[in-house]
């Protein structure tokens, strides 16, 4: 199993430019999430989604869209990039819970640059 | 709202004992984890309290202590792949599985 992968790994935006970050599980996982970590910080909810065609905002949503197509992937949309969206993004996946804990499975990471 | 408080960096020789301490203001509190990161990579997940007490795995343990709305990490005989920073993050009741993060504590294991 690849558990999650992310694509692109890295990449430059001009300022007003559009993109879509890639997030892809093969875990059978019903949640996913998009997190965005800034240089020595700890990791800030973008959206989350629990389940295929359904999303919900986070605790930082402002200028990203989301999309769950499919169970298996999760669509980060950026559709004006801004320098502020200078980060790294990560995309974790985990088992649907009521009770008790999952454990969060993260990508590799995706290194975006707004210039 | 929530936050979660820990210390920014902790420095250790080979060997030590490390403890990273956590502590929290939240409503609706539902259980305490901790992720590890090395520079330039993903999160992993290490451990999880939802109750009072300590929960042992291998070198690293975690504690939590819900009234004091307090937990934390230790690291015994550390080694230096340890190196990394480490997160401690808070599940709240009825939000599925979302984690809120805090800043992270860097630590910096030296021979």
């Known amino acids: 199993n690849a558990g999650v992968t992310q694509t692109p790994k890295f990449r430059v935006l001009k300022t007003g430019q559009s993109m879509t970050l890639l997030c892809a599980q093969d875990m059978n996982h019903e949640y996913m999430y998009w997190y965005r970590q800034d240089p020595g910080m700890g990791l800030r909810l973008i959206h989350y989604s629990v389940g295929e065609g359904t999303t919900a905002k986070g605790e930082v949503p402002d200028g990203y869209n989301v999309s769950r197509l499919k169970k298996q992937n999760f669509l980060l949309g950026l559709e004006s990039a801004a320098p502020s969206q200078t980060s790294v993004y990560f995309c974790a996946s985990s088992h649907r819970s009521v009770q008790r804990q999952e454990t969060q499975y993260f990508g590799p990471g995706t290194r975006l640059l707004v210039l | ?111």
């Open chain 2, 1 to 111: 709202g929530q936050s979660l408080e820990q210390p920014s960096e902790v420095t250790a020789v080979e060997g030590a004992i490390v403890q990273i301490n956590c502590t929290y203001q939240t409503s609706g509190f539902y259980g305490l984890s901790w992720y590890q990161q090395h520079d330039g990579g993903a999160p992993t997940f290490l451990s999880y309290n939802a109750l009072d007490g300590l929960e042992e795995t291998g070198r690293f343990s975690s504690f939590l202590s819900r009234s004091d709305s307090y937990g934390y990490l230790l690291l015994q005989e550390l080694q230096m792949k340890d190196s990394a920073s480490y997160f401690c993050a808070v599940k709240k009741r009825a939000a599925g599985n979302k984690l809120t993060f805090g800043g992270g504590t860097r630590v910096l294991v030296k021979p």
